[in-house]
């Protein structure tokens, strides 16, 4: 049972370049998340997709692009990535939408330091 | 408890004793509660949730207490063992209103260490 994967697992960007980091679920799914997780913050929320062809801001999502790729997989992109997006960045999945109380379900996460 | 800090509260134990973590959440109108459990270098892992409407719950050696008067979320370990040690964080989340989702909030957690 693989659930949440993340790729890639570290990664070291200068200021101003881009990247992509993708998340695949297997647990058939509909709804899927991106946070990020900063030392004395809690996990805040960037994008979410509550279902397949739908995308929505969170808390923080300025500075990122998101693609719902398919029910599967949910990306997130950086496009000119600022030393202030240095963080672990965890995505996750839910059975059924944001407002219905179902547990969210993460994957380890992608380290990302950016220079 | 947990509080908002860049030191995270601590709790060290024995083995085979009971652990209790601790959360105050804020959000009066929050409907749904979920306790995670966080090891160095992985993702959270879900312990155990709970509705409002219910005060207590119980899993495989973990029980979630809500106290929805003083707005308190306890989470106990039976039992504790080596593998327990870890950050435990609880979430809260709010009924869609004022955002067009039911916003997760989340805690900065409680570092618990338990010694053999």
């Known amino acids: 049972n693989a659930g949440v994967t993340q790729t890639p697992k570290f990664q070291v960007l200068k200021t101003g370049q881009s990247m992509t980091l993708q998340c695949a679920q297997d647990m058939n799914h509909n709804s899927m998340y991106w946070y990020r997780q900063d030392p004395g913050m809690g996990l805040r929320l960037i994008y979410y997709s509550a279902s397949e062809g739908t995308t929505d801001k969170g808390e923080v999502p300025n500075g990122y692009n998101v693609s719902r790729l398919n029910k599967r997989e949910f990306s997130l992109r950086l496009e000119s990535a600022a030393p202030s997006q240095t963080s672990v960045y965890f995505c996750?999945?839910?059975?059924?939408?944001?407002?219905?109380?179902?547990?969210?379900?993460f994957g380890d996460g992608t380290r990302l330091s950016i220079l | 408890g947990e509080s908002v800090g860049l030191h995270l509260p601590t709790l060290s134990v024995q083995e085979g004793d009971n652990s209790i973590i601790n959360c105050a959440y804020s959000n009066s109108a929050s409907d749904y509660f979920i306790w995670y459990k966080q090891e160095s270098g992985k993702g959270p892992q879900f312990i155990i949730d709970i509705r409002s409407n219910m005060d207590k719950r119980q899993g495989q050696r973990v029980t979630v207490l809500l106290n929805k008067t003083v707005k308190h979320l306890s989470l106990q370990i039976a039992a504790t063992q080596p593998g327990d040690s870890a950050v435990y964080f609880c979430a809260e989340k709010s009924r869609a209103g004022g955002t067009s989702y039911g916003k997760l909030t989340f805690g900065q957690g409680t570092i618990l260490t338990v010694h053999p």
């Open positions: 996750a999945s839910s059975i059924r939408d944001p407002n219905s109380n179902q547990p969210q379900h």
